[in-house]
T-cell receptor, first 114, second 116 residues
Framework: GENVEQHPSTLSVQEGDSAVIKCTYS??????FPWYKQELGKGPQLIID?????GEKKDQRIAVTLNKTAKHFSLHITETQPEDSAVYFC?????????????FGTGTRLTIIP | GAVVSQHPSRVICKSGTSVKIECRSL??????MFWYRQFPKQSLMLMAT?????????EQGVEKDKFLINHASLTLSTLTVTSAHPEDSSFYIC????????????FGQGTRLTVV
């Protein structure tokens, strides 16, 4: 099955600076890679995703890059703000015995320092 | 984005009792819903995949007789934790996919289950 590794586990960034979170995956058949933001006591919220036929996608201050050859993808947050503080999860989608499922990374706790 | 509503958000129950958690897709039909379990400061672990009108597919190590999943309609899936024990205390989260392979999955707000 798919294995997703995520780094770093914690990240502190000064407000206004950029934050980068990296993930690697193992299954070359995976072709959908979403990123989720989870605030304390809440469910994950989709913030951006990318499919394998695209190398980069941007949405305002958030961007995701994908390198299929190296099997890694990254989340970039620019001009960070205090409300960006949360836990971020990457995921990779795989097809498994007739069902599609998401395998999540271990999460990154991002803290924005005012 | 699409809205997935999960109820209740918090529940406390006594050991040995059963608890039902509901997951509803409010503005779309979801042929497939997923149930996850999350321990404090850990990632989401898939428990089972629920397809409307058929039996759920459980991940390895998940007891299907303990975690009963019913997906009776295109907008509702339920997870029942039977004969709950303190070790079942966790954060349970459902999600629903809008379309087919490689489409967005939206998550409910989660249910904090505490078994005392």
């Amino acid at each position: 099955g798919e294995n997703v590794e995520q780094h770093p586990s914690t990240l502190s960034v000064q407000e206004g600076d950029s934050a980068v979170i990296k993930c690697t995956y193992s299954d070359s058949a995976s072709n959908y890679f979403p990123w989720y933001k989870q605030e304390l006591g809440k469910g994950p919220q989709l913030i951006i995703d990318i499919r394998s036929n695209v190398g980069e996608k941007k949405d305002q201050r958030i961007a995701v890059t994908l390198n299929k050859t190296a099997k890694h993808f990254s989340l970039h947050i620019t001009e960070t703000q205090p409300e960006d503080s949360a836990v971020y999860f990457c995921a990779a989608s795989e097809w498994d015995f007739g069902n599609e499922k998401l395998t999540f990374g271990t999460g990154t706790r991002l803290t924005i320092i005012p | 984005g699409a809205v997935v509503s999960q109820h209740p958000s918090r529940v406390i129950c006594k050991s040995g009792t059963s608890v039902k958690i509901e997951c509803r897709s409010l503005d779309f039909q979801a042929t497939t819903m997923f149930w996850y379990r999350q321990f404090p400061k850990q990632s989401l672990m898939l428990m089972a995949t629920s397809n409307e009108g058929s039996k759920a597919t459980y991940e390895q190590g998940v007891e299907k007789d303990k975690f009963l999943i019913n997906h009776a309609s295109l907008t509702l899936s339920t997870l029942t934790v039977t004969s709950a024990h303190p070790e079942d205390s966790s954060f349970y989260i459902c999600s629903a996919r809008v379309g087919g392979f490689g489409t967005e999955a939206f998550f409910g707000q989660g249910t904090r289950l505490t078994v005392v």
